[in-house]
């Protein structure tokens, strides 16, 4: 298993990086978590064949986690693909959907697919089955608009992804992220609490209860990218790759 960082930058482009979207692809699995704004030049940049993408995990309906949608399934229909795709996110996820689509592509929500396209809802802590994937929800806290907010915990092909998504700390991060193969979690600031969001040093606080095997942040601010060089953790970059 690999996860490719097609796009780890939080929603102000800090550092020059891309809107939030991880391809992780296996022998059986193919799938995105999150799907922001820049994803689809940034898939094709890397080479990444969407039409090859079975399921795209959404965890919120912010723009640098969500409105890369239209973009790809438009792409998918002109280009013909005919392999079935599923789309799945929290509660409201078929209605956003279509308000994204009518809001960037008028009309384009009502084209008739040349492909099976599958819009599921998630909630938390009711877990569900996609081909060689099963997800577990939890809910995070990211505010009030753009929600609901899901982290998620993923099992594929003998291997446990977690992933924060964007978040204030709460103790749902624990039973989440526990013995993890792999950790992507948000460090958005480096020490400096802001409502919302999740900093560094609280972060640390609680990796020794998270007990993950391997740690990556990601969705970092200016604050956190001008200490990089300075930090004992690996941090995410457009383009690069993690096995695990």
């Known amino acids: 298993m690999q996860l490719r960082f097609v796009g780890c930058g939080d929603a102000f482009g800090s550092g020059g990086r891309l809107n939030t979207c991880f391809h992780v692809s296996g022998r059986a699995a193919n799938f995105l978590i999150d799907c922001g704004a820049s994803a689809l030049p940034a898939l094709k940049r890397l080479e990444i064949a969407c039409d090859e993408i079975d399921l795209i995990l959404i965890t919120h309906f912010h723009g640098d986690h969500f409105a890369g949608l239209p973009f790809l399934l438009l792409d998918a229909q002109f280009s013909r693909r005919t392999r079935p795709l599923t789309i799945s996110g929290p509660q409201g996820i078929e209605r956003r959907l279509r308000e994204v689509m009518e ?10 697919q040349r492909f099976e396209l599958d819009v599921v809802e998630l909630a938390p802590g009711q877990s569900r089955t996609f081909g060689a994937v099963t997800v577990m929800p939890y809910p995070v806290v990211h505010g009030e608009s753009g929600g609901p907010f899901l982290a998620y915990r993923i099992e594929a092909e003998g291997r446990t ?6 978040t204030e700390w709460t103790e749902t991060l624990i039973p989440l992220a526990h013995g993890a193969d792999l950790f992507i979690a948000e460090a958005y600031m480096y020490e400096k609490v802001v409502k919302n969001h999740l900093s560094l040093k609280t972060l640390e606080q609680h990796l020794p209860n998270i007990g993950a095997k391997r740690l990556v942040l990601t969705h970092m601010s200016d604050d956190m990218l001008s200490r990089l060089e300075t930090l004992p953790y690996m941090a995410a970059e457009d383009g690069m790759v993690v096995v695990f």
Do not use: I, N, W
């Open 161 to 166: 992804l977690a992933y924060s998504a964007d």
């Open 103 to 112: 809001a960037l592509f008028e009309h384009s929500s009502k084209t008739r």
